[in-house]
T-cell receptor, first 112, second 117 residues
C-alpha cells in the first residue's frame, strides 16, 4: 500500500508570490490534515479536510487555505508569501474515524 | 498556550539500556495520545498510541504509559538501539462527537534521543 505522497519535495518562492502544495493520502483514507513545522514553533496544525469539507482549522491567517477533491487528494495554498512562511509543510492522512495519522515526507518551502 | 509539553529537549542513553521519554498535557479533553519518531527533513513516523481508557500499551520494544490523574504519559524503549536516535514527538487528540476533532493533533516540542553504541 502506497504511503502519503507530497509534491513537490522542495520549493523556493519569492516574497509576495503564492504557492500550492499537493498531498495524496493513503488509499481509503478520507481525512487529510496539514501541519507546519518551524524551528521556533514546532509542529502546528493548519487544517483538516474530510469528505471535501474543512472539518477543523488552526490559528493561521486567511492567507493559508486548502481544499480536498472527491478522490481525497488535497491541496494547500499560501498567498502573498512572507519570509516567516518558510517551513516544512506536512500532510497526514487517516481513515477519519479515530485512528492513527500517517504523515508524508513533507514539502520544504523556502521564501526568499 | 502549550497544551502538550515535552520538558526534556534531549536525552542521551547507552545502547541496550532503557530510554524514557516524557510528555505532560494540560487539556483534560484529550483522550487519545500518540508518539511519533522523526528524522530531519522527513515526515513523522507513527510509533505507538494509547487511548485514555487504558493506562498501558505495548508494541515490541515500545511501551507507552498513561497517567490520567497526573496528565502525564511516557514512552519506554527497551532495549535502546543506535537506530532509535531521532526526535520523538508526543501528540494528543480530542475525539469529539461526530468526529469533528479526529484529524487535529496537538504536538509537543519534541525530545532529541541519542543512543550511543
Amino acid at each position: 500500500k502506497a504511503g502519503v505522497t507530497q509534491t513537490p519535495r522542495y520549493l523556493i518562492k519569492t516574497r509576495g508570490q503564492q504557492v500550492t502544495l499537493s498531498c495524496s493520502p493513503i488509499s481509503g483514507h478520507r481525512s487529510v490534515s496539514w501541519y507546519q513545522q518551524t524551528p521556533g514553533q514546532g509542529l502546528q496544525f493548519l487544517f483538516e479536510y474530510f469528505s471535501e469539507t474543512q472539518r477543523n482549522k488552526g490559528n493561521f491567517p486567511g492567507r493559508f487555505s486548502g481544499r480536498q477533491f472527491s478522490n481525497s487528494r488535497s491541496e494547500m495554498n499560501v498567498s502573498t508569501l512572507e519570509l516567516g512562511d518558510s517551513a516544512l509543510y506536512l500532510c497526514a492522512s487517516n481513515t477519519g474515524v479515530n485512528t492513527e495519522a500517517f504523515f508524508g515526507q513533507g514539502t520544504r518551502l523556502t521564501v526568499v | 498556550d502549550q497544551q502538550v509539553k515535552q520538558n526534556s529537549p534531549s536525552l542521551s542513553v547507552q545502547e541496550g539500556r532503557i530510554s524514557i521519554l516524557n510528555c505532560d498535557y494540560t487539556n483534560s479533553m484529550f483522550d487519545y495520545f500518540l508518539w511519533y519518531k522523526k528524522y530531519p527533513a522527513e515526515g513523522p513516523t507513527f510509533l505507538i498510541s494509547i487511548s485514555s481508557i487504558k493506562d498501558k500499551n505495548e508494541d515490541g520494544r515500545f511501551t507507552v504509559f498513561l497517567n490520567k490523574s497526573a496528565k502525564h504519559l511516557s514512552l519506554h524503549i527497551v532495549p535502546s538501539q543506535p537506530g532509535d536516535s531521532a526526535v520523538y514527538f508526543c501528540a494528543a487528540r480530542v475525539s469529539g462527537a461526530g468526529g469533528t476533532s479526529y484529524g487535529k493533533l496537538t504536538f509537543g516540542q519534541g525530545t532529541i534521543l541519542t543512543v550511543h553504541p
